[in-house]
């Protein structure tokens, strides 16, 4: 009796023993692999609306806190539209179904700061069938919308929204600089997932990030960039449209759809 019960508290100890290791085997595991994840600085590991400390030392800022709407207010307005919450860390433009009539109190947002060399970067997430944009070096005017004066990146539902069978070669699908040049490659992810997207701006130089790639690249005030917005539509809603601004705000839409900004942060070049 007494050798069973020594066989049975041997075998207890080494089964304590057998999970005791996997466990710690299990723990290493899920260790390495977090320390993977933020080495590609993936979604799960990422602070919201927050900077690293090397995002510090180059000289990165904050535009949006996360908590509430300070630095930001309404296109041509004073206050913030109330169309437009803070919740959850994300900023949302609540969809109002009537397209760019927009919400009793909405509209586009800026950033109350204007920038001339910049490097902007920013989380969206669009809604089904939704359509938004980023606009930068924009310029208020008296009962203007800033896109008369500022190019703009296109936020779109490629899949569901009728702007991305339009236009030329794919030039109204996200990421492109809208109705003049395609996103190339179109790799913008589907309604209801984030994409993150960047734009560069430096001396004229324009460059588009979606996702982390490259989509395109342009120059302001340069002959081909004349005769591009010449043969366009937008000198007939500003005939002076192509002589975009060298400085000015970065602003949101607000076009009717539900759409979802975080991680908003720029650094100045």
Same mark, same amino acid.
């Given at each position: 009796? =007494?050798?069973?019960f020594?066989? $049975?508290?041997?075998?207890?100890? $080494?089964?304590?023993v057998?999970?005791?290791?996997?466990?710690?085997k299990?723990? =290493?595991?899920?260790?390495?692999? @977090?320390? /993977?994840?933020?080495?590609e600085k993936?979604?799960?590991?990422?602070?919201?609306?927050?900077?690293?400390?090397?995002?510090?030392?180059?000289?990165? &800022?904050?535009? *949006?806190?996360?908590?509430?709407?300070?630095?930001?207010?309404? &296109?041509?307005?004073?206050?913030?539209?109330?169309n437009?919450?803070?919740a959850?860390?994300?900023?949302?433009? @609540?969809?109002?179904?009537?397209?760019?009539?927009?919400a009793?109190?909405?509209?586009?947002?800026?950033?109350?700061?204007?920038?001339?060399? *910049?490097?902007?970067?920013?989380?969206?997430?669009?809604?089904?069938?939704?359509?938004?944009?980023? *606009?930068?070096?924009g310029?208020? =005017?008296?009962?203007?919308?800033?896109?008369?004066?500022?190019?703009?990146?296109?936020?779109?539902?490629?899949?569901?929204?009728i702007?991305?069978?339009?236009?030329?070669?794919?030039?109204?699908?996200?990421?492109?600089?809208?109705?003049?040049?395609?996103?190339k490659?179109?790799?913008?992810?589907?309604?209801?997932?984030?994409?993150?997207? /960047? &734009?560069?701006?430096?001396?004229?130089?324009?460059?588009?990030?979606?996702?982390?790639?490259?989509?395109?690249?342009?120059?302001l005030?340069?002959?081909?960039? =004349?005769?591009?917005?010449?043969?366009?539509?937008?000198? /007939?809603?500003?005939?002076?449209?192509?002589?975009?601004?060298?400085?000015?705000?970065?602003?949101?839409?607000?076009?009717?759809?539900? &759409?979802? *900004?975080?991680?908003? @942060?720029?650094?100045?070049?």
């Open positions: 009796m =007494k050798r069973f020594s066989l $049975l508290l041997a075998g207890t100890f $080494l089964f304590a057998a999970c005791n290791s996997g466990q710690k299990a723990e =290493k595991k899920e260790t390495a692999e @977090k320390k /993977e994840c933020c080495k993936s979604e799960e590991c990422r602070e919201m609306n927050a900077l690293s400390d090397k995002e510090k030392e180059k000289g990165w &800022v904050l535009l *949006f806190n996360g908590e509430n709407s300070e630095g930001w207010r309404g &296109v041509n307005k004073t206050e913030f539209p109330a437009w919450i803070i959850d860390g994300v900023m949302h433009c @609540k969809g109002s179904g009537q397209g760019e009539a927009g009793e109190d909405g509209g586009d947002i800026l950033y109350d700061k204007m920038f001339t060399n *910049f490097h902007l970067k920013l989380d969206w997430k669009i809604s089904e069938g939704g359509n938004s944009g980023i *606009f930068y070096l310029q208020e =005017k008296e009962d203007w919308p800033i896109w008369k004066t500022a190019p703009e990146m296109q936020i779109l539902d490629n899949e569901n929204h702007d991305a069978e339009m236009g030329i070669d794919g030039n109204r699908q996200a990421g492109s600089l809208y109705d003049l040049i395609p996103a490659p179109q790799n913008a992810n589907p309604a209801g997932e984030w994409n993150t997207a /960047e &734009v560069i701006c430096f001396k004229g130089t324009v460059v588009h990030k979606q996702n982390g790639k490259t989509i395109l690249e342009y120059h005030w340069t002959d081909d960039w =004349k005769a591009m917005v010449a043969d366009s539509k937008f000198p /007939e809603l500003n005939e002076d449209w192509a002589n975009v601004a060298k400085q000015g705000y970065i602003s949101l839409q607000d076009h009717g759809d539900d &759409v979802w *900004f975080r991680n908003i @942060k720029i650094r100045e070049l």
